[in-house]
């Protein structure tokens, strides 16, 4: 099992930014794909943004050039730089990990963004 942990959201206002973090642990192997969604009120959940363990990304095209996703694969964490934030940005992210077949989930940590 692999359990995710995320982390750093919160409140913030459009423009601003937010770092989110998620820490896995548990039964990890080093060849995998991590990555956050995110789900509005009333939406389905949509792919945001996936890096690999080689630090190959890919992003959806509603955040390219706003928001970044890295990792540290020492510290098994993945991050999600959000910049210039838009009320649209509003929802419940989530962390995911793909790694021999299997998807892990995190509980997911809200991001609000006020006009």
């Known amino acids: 099992q692999v359990q995710l942990v995320e982390s750093g959201g919160g409140l913030v206002q459009a423009g601003g930014s937010l770092r989110l973090s998620c820490d896995a642990s548990g039964r990890t192997f080093s060849i995998n794909v991590m990555g956050w969604y995110r789900q509005a009120p009333g939406k389905q959940r949509e792919l945001v943004a996936t890096?690999?363990?080689?630090?190959?990304?890919a992003y959806a095209d509603s955040v390219k050039g706003r928001f970044i996703i890295s990792r540290d694969n020492a510290k098994n964490t993945i991050y999600l730089q959000m910049n210039s934030l838009k009320p649209e940005d509003t929802a419940v992210y989530y962390c995911?990990?793909?790694?021999?077949?299997?998807?892990?989930w995190g509980q997911g940590t809200q991001v609000t963004v006020s006009s």
């Open positions: 995911v990990r793909e790694q021999e077949g299997h998807d892990y």
């Open positions: 890096i690999t363990n080689t630090g190959y990304t």
